[in-house]
């Protein structure tokens, strides 16, 4: 079946350091891959996606490339800010798996201190 | 444009007590609803999906079970609480369009004691 694998966390860094979260996947087709960002008390909300190989998501300041031969997606961010401390979670969306469920990573906790 | 509603935002029940958790979607149809928890400092566990009116699958086996009376409406009912219960119950929707992203509520949390 398909996964998601993501680094474990926290992730603690100094504000404007950069950031990388790795996220490496297995799927039976050719999915569509996705960051989604999870603030304190909050549901979570996309951050950014791509649906092909060699596509870069971007928002934010944050950016990811579908690489199908790594089978990765690694979420960066050139410089942090305070603010995005939250939760980030990879997933993928499979439509050759023939089911209507996404497959999450466990998460990592990103903590940025001033 | 869409939203999605859940309440209650907060919730303390007593063991054994039963539960009813609210989801509703606006400003679209005939979605895909889904439930999931996420226990305190872990990742989400997907409870219940479902494709149409009466229409749930189980993705665990447990004492909560969930229903869709109608289009945008998707409730997550228990008839005992469990201590174990205790989390953040996300509802979220996606477009019948598999690869599309999933749309989240603001989620309720739930302490059981």
């Known amino acids: 079946g398909d996964s998601v694998t993501q680094m474990e966390g926290p992730v603690t860094l100094s504000e404007e350091a950069c950031l990388t979260i790795n996220c490496t996947y297995t799927a039976t087709g050719y999915p569509s891959l996705f960051w989604y960002v999870q603030y304190p008390g909050e549901g979570l909300q996309l951050l950014l996606k791509?649906?092909?190989?060699?596509d870069k998501g971007s928002n934010k300041g944050f950016e990811a490339t579908y690489r199908k031969e790594t089978t990765s997606f690694h979420l960066e961010k050139g410089s942090v800010q305070v603010s995005d401390s939250a939760v980030y979670f990879c997933?993928?969306?499979?439509?050759?798996?023939?089911?209507?469920?996404?497959?999450f990573g466990r998460g990592t906790s990103l903590i940025v201190h001033p | 444009s869409q939203t999605i509603h859940q309440w209650p935002a907060t919730l303390v029940q007593p063991v054994g007590s039963p539960l009813s958790l609210e989801c509703t979607v606006e400003?679209?149809?005939?979605?895909?609803l889904y439930w999931y928890r996420q226990a305190a400092g872990r990742g989400l566990q997907l409870l219940f999906y479902?494709?149409?009116?009466?229409?749930i699958s189980s993705e665990v086996p447990q004492n909560l079970s969930a229903s869709r009376p109608q289009d945008r409406q998707f409730i997550l009912s228990s008839k005992k609480l469990l201590l174990s219960d205790s989390g953040f119950y996300l509802c979220?929707?996606?477009?019948?369009?598999?690869?599309?992203?999933?749309?989240f509520g603001p989620g309720t949390r739930l302490t059981v004691l």
């Open positions: 479902s494709v149409g009116i009466g229409q």
């Open positions: 791509a649906t092909k190989a060699d």
């Open positions: 979220a929707w996606t477009k019948r369009e598999l690869y599309n992203e999933q749309f």
């Open positions: 997933a993928l969306s499979d439509l050759a798996g023939g089911s209507y469920i996404p497959t």
């Open positions: 400003g679209t149809s005939n979605p895909n």
